[in-house]
């Protein structure tokens, strides 16, 4: 029984729930502070008052970059522009609050490289500005290209998620400004694309209050992560995790006409890889140190889920053909039949409907419980057993113990209301916590998508979910029947 429930309890706590014991730090006390319900609840009410007026405070009051005029930057160095155009360049009108920027170079990449070597030109000339914070956070930077005959734009980092997903640097419009270039027509594509971003983005950037919290709480790292890792690139993240997700798209689309099942086979694929390479951790490690090997199994979970997730929705985004410079790198990396892909970039910016993000909640809710179901499987094991159990855990891997104990005693809520019953049935009060957690991770899913994710993205990370849900339910009923004849 010991060994099984160390191994176990190792698992159980996945990298979120880990990050938050560490950023809460641990509870070196015998015992945790006993609160009354009613003491706890008047402190919790007190500080969400307080945070709440300074987000009143910090949404009223807005940064002061919102408010200033910005001279635009011109670096014709390519020489591509007429003396009537750079003459219009000066004089435009530009909209307050956003730091323009145009480029023109007389050559980029002409493959998988074309739109990042754009994002580090877009690095380096924020730096060139007058103004070089204004210019990183709410920069308008335009860059074009000669050969290829191109136009691009990047947009700094409070405003990227923004423009990208209300299709202003990406989709069916976007691309209609580029192609004006792409004909040959540098110019007059120039004034028409800062005429559209000029009417366009003010209006994208304003958002209601408690979308501009959602979107600085759980989306703004998501968003720049996203954006950088779904251009293609020749190093070994581009080569050897998102083209082959990308290739398998292709195929798919070809043979099967459908596109969510490479999504569903790469979850029970990269399941089955971590569960051979975690078992062999375990053996070879398990023996010497259960801390070292539990250890080592919680980065490896970390890295294959970054490694499965990421490329997974940047391949959607790729895919979609929202923007010429993808297409092209696309075209660079000769996959057979990419040529024949039929991109949708029309169908980006379809936004998520109420009943698919609750689909998305409830389905990020089942997947959580899933995720910790040898924790949640130990709660019915009778009050004596659990601290039986608990005990054990303690003598032969305490820093384990430690941390679990630490996840429900020191969240100051949670901890105060149930705390006090974790030494009488700990495995209990884990797995309320737990359930507790990830039902407010499948809220904020449920808004994430709601309010901002892409229809295509939102089914994407649907698909990604259920198979680790389906395996997780089924865990949850072995660990049961395990627990019911001890």
């Not at 090997?293 to 490896?300: P, R, T, Y």
């Not at 020191?410 to 495995?427: L, V």
Request: glycine share 8%; proline share 4%; with cysteine.
């Amino acid at each position: 029984m010991g060994k099984g429930v160390l191994i176990g309890s190792g698992f159980a706590l996945t990298e979120e729930k880990i990050s938050q014991v560490f950023a809460k730090g641990y509870s070196f006390c015998d015992h945790p502070p006993v609160y009354s319900v009613r003491k706890s609840m008047s402190r919790y009410i007190k500080q969400l008052l307080i945070a709440l007026a300074l987000l009143i405070l910090l949404t009223g009051c807005g940064s002061n970059l919102q408010n200033e005029q910005f001279t635009p930057l011109i670096l014709d160095e390519a020489g591509i522009l007429s003396q009537e155009t750079l003459n219009w360049l000066r004089d435009y009108n530009y909209p307050k609050g956003f730091a323009f920027i145009v480029r023109t170079v007389n050559a980029l990449p002409q493959g998988v490289e074309v739109g990042s070597r754009a994002d580090e030109y877009f690095e380096t000339d924020a730096n060139r500005c007058p103004n070089s914070n204004a210019c990183e956070k709410r920069g308008v930077y335009i860059i074009l290209s000669r050969e290829p005959a191109l136009i691009q734009v990047r947009a700094g980092s409070e405003i990227a998620a923004q423009l990208r997903w209300k299709g202003i640097t990406a989709g069916a419009t976007y691309i209609q400004k580029q192609s004006v270039v792409s004909s040959g027509n540098f110019d007059g594509g120039l004034r028409g694309m800062i005429e559209w971003l000029s009417s366009s983005i003010p209006q994208a950037v304003k958002l209601p209050w408690y979308k501009k919290w959602l979107l600085n709480d759980i989306t703004q790292s998501l968003w720049l992560e996203l954006d950088h890792l779904s251009l293609p690139s020749e190093g070994f993240y581009g080569n050897y995790i998102l083209r082959p997700f990308v290739q398998a798209r292709v195929i798919e689309s070809q043979f099967v006409g459908t596109w969510w099942l490479t999504y569903v086979v790469a979850a029970l694929v990269v399941f089955v890889f971590k569960a051979i390479v975690q078992a062999l951790v375990n053996f070879a490690f398990g023996r010497l140190s259960l801390v070292v090997a539990n250890g080592i199994n919680l980065v490896l979970a970390i890295t294959f889920h970054v490694s499965f997730v990421v490329p997974s929705a940047a391949s959607v985004i790729l895919l979609s053909g929202s923007r010429l410079e993808d297409r092209i790198a696309l075209q660079a990396w000769g996959i057979p039949g990419i040529s024949n892909f039929s991109f949708s970039a029309e169908l980006f910016n379809v936004e998520t409907g109420f009943l698919l993000a609750l689909l998305v909640l409830v389905i990020r809710w089942i997947n959580g419980i899933g995720g910790s179901a040898e924790i949640i499987g130990l709660s019915f094991l009778s009050e004596e057993k659990q601290q039986i159990t608990f005990e054990t855990i303690k003598e032969k891997d305490p820093l384990a113990a430690l941390m679990l104990e630490g996840y429900v005693t020191n969240d100051e809520m949670f901890g105060s209301i149930i705390g006090i019953g974790f030494t009488q049935a700990p495995f209990s009060a884990i797995s309320a916590k737990m359930v507790w957690d990830v039902f407010k991770a499948g809220i904020r899913w449920g808004l994430l998508s709601w309010l901002f994710l892409p229809k295509a993205l939102s089914l994407a990370m649907v698909y990604i979910w259920i198979p680790p849900m389906v395996i997780g339910f089924f865990k949850l009923l072995i660990t049961v029947k395990r627990v019911s004849q001890l």
